[in-house]
């Protein structure tokens, strides 16, 4: 079993920039494949960011790319979202998955999940 626990989400103005951390604990985090996700009130869950378990390979939503930049420190069990520019459409509840491959994650397929945290921007 693998746990995941986001953080780092809170209240930001649009244009500004947050990072959100997701710590894993249990099973050895190395070889998974990690995805951000986000959903929006009434609307649909959808893939933001996902970072290969092998190599770090980096894939992103157009809405993101360039934006938006995924990283992972396995030493940590950790993987991060880092957000700028901001826009009020990227208010979202944003949760990280881990699965062994990346192209199922940007699919929205992952064996964990974590319980999300708030990312609010304002206008």
């Known amino acids: 079993q693998v746990q995941l626990v986001e953080s780092g989400g809170g209240l930001v103005q649009a244009g500004g920039s947050l990072r959100l951390s997701c710590a894993a604990s249990?099973?050895?985090?190395?070889?998974?494949?990690i995805g951000w996700f986000r959903q929006a009130p009434g609307k649909e869950r959808e893939f933001v960011a996902a970072?290969?378990?092998?190599?770090?390979?980096?894939y992103y939503s157009d809405s993101v790319k360039g934006r938006f930049t995924i990283s992972r420190d396995n030493a940590k069990s950790t993987v991060y979202l880092q957000m700028n520019s901001l826009k009020p459409e990227d208010t979202a509840v944003y949760y990280c998955?881990?699965?062994?491959?990346?192209?199922?994650?940007?699919?929205?397929?992952?064996?964990?999940w974590g319980q999300g945290t708030q990312v609010t921007v304002s206008s």
């Open positions: 998955a881990a699965g062994p491959r990346s192209a199922a994650l940007q699919r929205g397929t992952g064996d964990y």
């Open positions: 249990g099973r050895s985090f190395g070889p998974y494949a």
């Open positions: 970072i290969s378990g092998i190599g770090g390979i980096t």
